[in-house]
């Protein structure tokens, strides 16, 4: 069984190669902001809830619309599609792209806890044909440490790390020593909810490990 990932995101493919899935990644080229825009034009102001979950179906129904993998041959198999968002006080943190915005989150969020939302869309296109799809979003409050220095914050923002992650932090890499705890599946706040995506995979008849390229091997634990 193959996974179309409609994304370029490094993390979610490193994600999913870890658990023992190796995805074929196709980007969507979805203009996000435009999306976004639209659907406020359209009904108003979104949650930040129904913003990831529209840019994921966004992202996956690109893809699919295709009908094609990068080699040319069709799309046979399910193809999803994700998106995520930092809400710290009801504003949702995408990316910061730029340091100096990094830096004012990160001071904002010293100590607090916010809401990660991952958002998932799966189609269903076994069969090189669209079958179905389905979705839905997962969430993790994470709570930051309350004596990270400024020191720490503009050594981390200068990492360049935090520029291209929602939220301007990641719990696998650079930040993690200064987030205090996780409410919620840890990796909903890497990229996506396995546990949904499993979910998801099972609302289909499609088990799990049927994914697997290869049964994963965990490092041994001393």
Same mark, same amino acid.
């Given at each position: 069984?193959?996974?179309?990932?409609?994304? +370029?995101?490094?993390?979610?493919?490193?994600?999913?190669?870890?658990?023992?899935?190796?995805?074929?990644?196709?980007?969507?080229?979805?203009?996000?902001?435009?999306?976004?825009?639209?659907?406020?034009?359209?009904?108003?102001?979104?949650?930040?809830?129904?913003?990831?979950?529209?840019?994921?179906?966004?992202?996956?129904?690109?893809?699919?619309?295709?009908?094609?993998?990068?080699?040319?041959?069709?799309?046979?198999?399910?193809?999803?599609?994700?998106?995520?968002?930092?809400?710290?006080?009801?504003?949702?943190?995408?990316?910061?792209?730029?340091?100096?915005?990094?830096?004012?989150?990160?001071?904002?969020?010293?100590?607090?806890?916010?809401?990660?939302?991952?958002?998932?869309?799966?189609?269903?296109?076994?069969?090189?044909?669209?079958?179905?799809?389905?979705?839905?979003?997962?969430?993790?409050?994470? +709570?930051?440490?309350?004596?990270?220095?400024?020191?720490?914050?503009?050594?981390?923002?200068?990492?360049?790390?935090?520029?291209?992650?929602?939220?301007?932090?990641?719990?696998?890499?650079?930040?993690?020593?200064?987030?205090?705890?996780?409410?919620?599946?840890?990796?909903?706040?890497?990229?996506?909810?396995?546990?949904?995506?499993?979910?998801?995979?099972?609302?289909?008849?499609?088990?799990? +490990?049927?994914?697997?390229?290869?049964?994963?091997?965990?490092?041994?634990?001393?």
């Amino acid at each position: 069984m193959r996974l179309y990932l409609a994304s +370029t995101s490094p993390a979610r493919l490193a994600l999913l190669r870890q658990v023992g899935i190796e995805p074929v990644v196709i980007p969507s080229e979805v203009d996000e902001d435009a999306a976004v825009e639209r659907a406020v034009a359209a009904n108003g102001p979104l949650t930040t809830d129904a913003m990831v979950q529209l840019l994921a179906e966004a992202k996956a129904e690109a893809v699919a619309a295709t009908g094609l993998a990068p080699d040319g041959s069709p799309i046979d198999g399910f193809v999803l599609g994700g998106d995520s968002a930092f809400e710290l006080d009801g504003v949702a943190y995408g990316k910061p792209h730029q340091p100096a915005v990094a830096r004012e989150r990160w001071l904002a969020q010293r100590g607090r806890t916010g809401v990660l939302h991952s958002g998932h869309w799966l189609i269903d296109h076994r069969g090189g044909s669209r079958r179905g799809a389905a979705g839905a979003t997962d969430h993790a409050a994470l +709570t930051f440490a309350d004596d990270i220095t400024d020191a720490e914050i503009d050594a981390y923002v200068g990492s360049g790390e935090p520029l291209l992650v929602a939220g301007a932090f990641t719990i696998d890499g650079l930040a993690a020593p200064f987030i205090r705890s996780i409410t919620g599946a840890p990796s909903a706040v890497i990229g996506m909810s396995l546990p949904v995506l499993r979910d998801l995979l099972r609302s289909f008849g499609v088990d799990w +490990t049927t994914l697997w390229r290869d049964a994963p091997h965990p490092a041994p634990r001393e």
